[in-house]
């Protein structure tokens, strides 16, 4: 049932109204085993959901939701590998990626053993480029999801990157961007990974071709050794001259694929047993979505808590902020997966729907954020969740830092629920401002595997109870379309039919 046609929703509303006056300070005053009853530790991850405008009876209501718009039932048709995502007529399973060998039988066990004939040759190629001395530049060349995710965990792991070898991200179709990058190089020290999940995308292709006229214009001659393509499109990467090509499935969403071969990069920088522990700790974390009670399943209870945020108390964006700087490009990562899920404004049937759906995703790490946009979060008119990351142990020996970085992410945290009301005017802090705590005991292969993998279940349970179909982007197309149209005109000078704005601006940049 849609989630607006339910009792729960209508509950929920009710329970909204009387929430107004809620007060985490009150709450933490009348309630001692508060911090307690609302944490809750999953694989490799420890969550403090009790700095957040919720408490049980509100999550009792998200759990009835979630029933009441059959979540559970939409979760184990996904791990079945049925056709969920309806309007691309694909199954959705990224996490068949991340699945022990021979661990399913059935109609799962073909795909599942195809993922293991895939992965092992890929992470032996990643094991022989680690060992090419001469290899010392790994180029991936990609956007979207074919570059966030791996150059997300590069730069997380990167105490486990291998030394002697450099890693570059280049996706956008800028060329300062590619330029800038080869510029450093030199052709028989560099590796170029094209990585597309369709080998269409305009920006990767333009950057590709690009690199192989570079390539060869240094003197390279060897593209096979050179050039690899990480693509479902296995046909059109030989069409471009590439031999070495490591495919996947189009059942693997481009925002979902740093599992699949467009993880090379990352296996090349932590090595096999290392990737095999990436995928292991998100392994984890589908078991933990995929067997836990509702109440006690953090994706479940993350994804709920975002719709109660969304629909019933009306917060329109949550601030992603990971205190730790290998995590930099954690939100930036995060910003696709879930806007580009759940960005939507119809349902799996294609009716438009009468409630809001992806909040707003932003953030930077911690502590510069504190020095950038926190005056915001603390003092503004809009109220922000915020979700803060840590991690318990450091991996550096610089004395104090880590107990300074550990210390301000607790009191930011502590200083947006407390507020300051002996102030008055500009030092005011109204306080009672919500935010939920993940910390990891460490940042490892396999803890960033179980983080990420929580993430996207937490999308896909928002997702679910909204009704949309979290797993196609449709919403992409048509800026792509006039793009095209656009960059034929700025050829050909023509500005017929085009509106007035469009027509001054083609001329302008084409000079006249
Ligand atoms: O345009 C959006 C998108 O399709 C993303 O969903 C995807 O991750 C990205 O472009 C790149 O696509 P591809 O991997 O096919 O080049």
Same mark, same amino acid.
């Given at each position: 049932?849609?989630?607006?046609?339910?009792?729960?929703?209508?509950?929920? /509303?009710? *329970?909204?109204? @009387?929430?107004?006056?809620?007060?985490?300070?009150?709450?933490?005053? %009348? =309630? $001692? !085993?508060?911090?307690?009853?609302?944490?809750?530790?999953?694989?490799?991850?420890?969550?403090?959901?009790?700095?957040?405008?919720?408490?049980?009876?509100?999550?009792?209501?998200?759990?009835?939701?979630?029933?009441?718009?059959?979540?559970?039932?939409?979760?184990?048709?996904?791990?079945?590998?049925?056709?969920?995502?309806?309007?691309?007529?694909?199954?959705?399973?990224?996490?068949?990626?991340?699945?022990?060998?021979?661990?399913?039988?059935?109609?799962?066990?073909?795909?599942?053993? /195809?993922? *293991?004939?895939? @992965?092992?040759?890929?992470?032996?190629?990643?094991?022989?480029?680690? %060992? =090419? $001395? !001469?290899?010392?530049?790994?180029?991936?060349?990609?956007?979207?999801?074919?570059?966030?995710?791996?150059?997300?965990?590069?730069?997380?792991?990167?105490?486990?990157?291998?030394?002697?070898?450099?890693?570059?991200?280049?996706?956008?179709?800028?060329?300062?961007?590619?330029?800038?990058?080869?510029?450093?190089?030199?052709?028989?020290?560099?590796?170029?990974?094209?990585?597309?999940?369709?080998?269409?995308?305009?920006?990767?292709?333009?950057?590709?071709?690009?690199?192989?006229?570079?390539?060869?214009?240094?003197?390279?001659?060897?593209?096979?050794?050179?050039?690899?393509?990480?693509?479902?499109?296995?046909?059109?990467?030989?069409?471009?001259?590439?031999?070495?090509?490591?495919?996947?499935?189009?059942?693997?969403?481009?925002?979902?694929?740093?599992?699949?071969?467009?993880?090379?990069?990352?296996?090349?920088?932590?090595?096999?047993?290392?990737?095999?522990?990436?995928?292991?700790?998100?392994?984890?974390?589908?078991?933990?979505?995929?067997?836990?009670?509702?109440?006690?399943?953090?994706?479940?209870?993350?994804?709920?808590?975002?719709?109660?945020?969304?629909?019933?108390?009306?917060?329109?964006?949550?601030?992603?902020?990971?205190?730790?700087?290998?995590?930099?490009?954690?939100?930036?990562?995060?910003?696709?997966?879930?806007?580009?899920?759940?960005?939507?404004?119809?349902?799996?049937?294609?009716?438009?729907?009468?409630?809001?759906?992806?909040?707003?995703?932003?953030?930077?790490?911690?502590?510069?954020?504190?020095?950038?946009?926190?005056?915001?979060?603390?003092?503004?008119?809009?109220?922000?969740?915020?979700?803060?990351?840590?991690?318990?142990?450091?991996?550096?020996?610089?004395?104090?830092?880590?107990?300074?970085?550990?210390?301000?992410?607790?009191?930011?945290?502590?200083?947006?629920?407390?507020?300051?009301?002996?102030?008055?005017?500009?030092?005011?802090?109204?306080?009672?401002?919500?935010?939920?705590?993940?910390?990891?005991?460490?940042?490892?292969?396999?803890?960033?595997?179980?983080?990420?993998?929580?993430?996207?279940?937490?999308?896909?349970?928002?997702?679910?109870?909204?009704?949309?179909?979290?797993?196609?982007?449709?919403?992409?197309?048509?800026?792509?379309?006039?793009?095209?149209?656009?960059?034929?005109?700025?050829?050909?000078?023509?500005?017929?039919?085009?509106?007035?704005?469009?027509?001054?601006?083609?001329?302008?940049?084409?000079?006249?």
């Amino acid at each position: 049932m849609r989630c607006d046609q339910t009792q729960a929703w209508t509950a929920l /509303q009710a *329970h909204a109204d @009387l929430f107004g006056g809620f007060d985490l300070r009150t709450a933490f005053a %009348a =309630d $001692a !085993q508060r911090a307690q009853t609302l944490s809750q530790t999953a694989p490799f991850v420890f969550a403090d959901l009790s700095k957040n405008h919720t408490d049980t009876a509100t999550e009792a209501l998200l759990i009835e939701l979630a029933r009441q718009t059959g979540l559970a039932a939409h979760r184990d048709a996904m791990f079945r590998g049925e056709r969920i995502n309806n309007t691309e007529d694909r199954a959705v399973m990224h996490w068949l990626l991340r699945q022990p060998e021979g661990s399913l039988t059935g109609e799962l066990a073909a795909p599942l053993q /195809q993922v *293991h004939d895939t @992965l092992k040759p890929m992470l032996a190629y990643a094991e022989s480029i680690r %060992a =090419d $001395a !001469q290899i010392t530049d790994v180029v991936n060349i990609g956007i979207g999801g074919s570059d966030l995710g791996p150059q997300m965990a590069v730069l997380a792991l990167q105490d486990f990157v291998i030394p002697g070898k450099r890693f570059h991200f280049v996706s956008n179709v800028d060329g300062h961007e590619l330029a800038g990058v080869l510029k450093g190089l030199k052709a028989e020290n560099t590796l170029f990974l094209i990585a597309s999940k369709t080998f269409t995308t305009i920006e990767t292709m333009t950057n590709a071709r690009s690199a192989l006229g570079w390539f060869q214009s240094q003197g390279g001659t060897d593209v096979a050794l050179h050039f690899a393509a990480l693509t479902t499109n296995v046909a059109a990467a030989a069409e471009f001259g590439i031999r070495t090509t490591f495919g996947f499935w189009d059942w693997v969403g481009g925002r979902y694929s740093v599992w699949s071969a467009i993880g090379l990069p990352v296996a090349i920088a932590i090595g096999a047993q290392g990737f095999k522990d990436f995928l292991a700790g998100a392994h984890a974390m589908d078991q933990h979505f995929q067997t836990a009670p509702l109440a006690a399943n953090l994706p479940v209870r993350l994804g709920l808590l975002d719709v109660w945020y969304r629909n019933f108390l009306n917060y329109t964006s949550r601030s992603m902020a990971p205190y730790h700087s290998a995590l930099r490009r954690v939100p930036a990562y995060l910003q696709q997966l879930e806007m580009e899920s759940n960005g939507k404004r119809v349902d799996r049937h294609g009716q438009a729907v009468s409630y809001e759906t992806s909040p707003v995703l932003w953030g930077e790490p911690g502590t510069n954020g504190q020095h950038a946009y926190f005056q915001m979060l603390h003092q503004g008119t809009d109220v922000v969740p915020v979700e803060f990351m840590a991690v318990k142990k450091s991996t550096h020996n610089l004395a104090n830092h880590h107990e300074l970085l550990l210390a301000n992410v607790i009191a930011q945290a502590q200083a947006l629920m407390l507020g300051q009301a002996d102030e008055g005017g500009h030092k005011h802090f109204p306080g009672n401002r919500p935010s939920t705590f993940l910390l990891l005991d460490e940042l490892t292969p396999a803890s960033l595997g179980a983080l990420i993998a929580l993430q996207e279940h937490r999308v896909f349970v928002s997702g679910s109870v909204w009704g949309i179909n979290s797993f196609d982007q449709w919403g992409v197309e048509l800026g792509k379309v006039l793009a095209k149209d656009i960059h034929a005109r700025m050829l050909s000078g023509d500005a017929k039919g085009l509106d007035a704005s469009s027509a001054a601006l083609l001329q302008r940049v084409r000079g006249h």
